[in-house]
T-cell receptor
């Protein structure tokens, strides 16, 4: 079964607007962590934001915020005030702390293009 | 500078010729792992290591070996590479298992 699902292969957003990248996950483990990574065309993987399953508040890091809806098992990434440099592939990932050998499982990614 | 270093960055080789991709981190991290990235599939974990001498299989371990003799190094070994192992490979490390991982710059392997 797919553990991480990113349903948007590609997204476009106008510069300075906000954009939401979707991520849903599947786990029966009560303890898990959710991560978002950015991969620019240069290829490196850049950590953006983390949300723990027991965290009471949604995580925020600068222009990035995570809309965590535990009951719906969704962890959408919100980028506010998009910039041209935000154009990249974005990956959602999950680590179950007790199940599945504690490995990090990635979604297939969303390619974001910011338009000038 | 805190970093994860992979070598080589690019390699073209032939089927059956053993190769090793090295990975080293200078952050004293306990947890290290290897991923391969293929179009449309995201990143899939090959092997991971919780600590020295402790390694375990990820989602796609077939055809790969690893070792963790020292904390800082986690080489990936392809004993008999095949064309289906042509991919972009990433090494990553983190202080603990539930901490964000630092990724190397990637190694692009082409097996002819």
């Amino acid at each position: 079964a797919q553990k991480i699902t990113q349903t948007q292969p590609g997204m476009f957003v106008q510069e300075k607007e906000a954009v939401t990248l979707d991520c849903t996950y599947d786990t029966s483990d009560p303890s898990y962590g959710l991560f978002w990574y950015k991969q620019p065309s240069s290829g490196e993987m850049i950590f953006l934001i983390y949300q723990g399953s027991y965290d009471q508040q949604n995580a925020t890091e600068g222009r990035y915020s995570l809309n965590f809806q535990k009951a719906r098992k969704s962890a959408n990434l919100v980028i506010s005030a998009s910039q041209l440099g935000d154009s990249a592939m974005y990956f959602c990932a999950m680590r179950e702390l007790y199940g599945s050998a504690r490995q990090l499982t990635f979604g297939s990614g969303t390619q974001l293009t910011v338009l000038p | 500078e805190a970093q994860v270093t992979q070598n080589p960055r690019y390699l073209i080789t032939v089927t059956g010729k053993k190769l090793t991709v090295t990975c080293s981190q200078n952050m004293n991290h306990e947890y290290m792992s290897w991923y391969r990235q293929d179009p449309g599939l995201g990143l899939r974990q090959i092997y991971y290591s919780m600590n020295v001498e402790v390694t375990d299989k990820g989602d796609v371990p077939e055809g790969y070996k690893v070792s963790r003799k020292e904390k800082r190094n986690f080489p990936l070994i392809l004993e008999s590479p095949s064309p289906n192992q042509t991919s972009l490979y990433f090494c990553a490390s983190s202080r603990e298992v539930n901490q964000p991982q630092h990724f190397g710059d990637g190694t692009r392997l082409s097996i002819l």
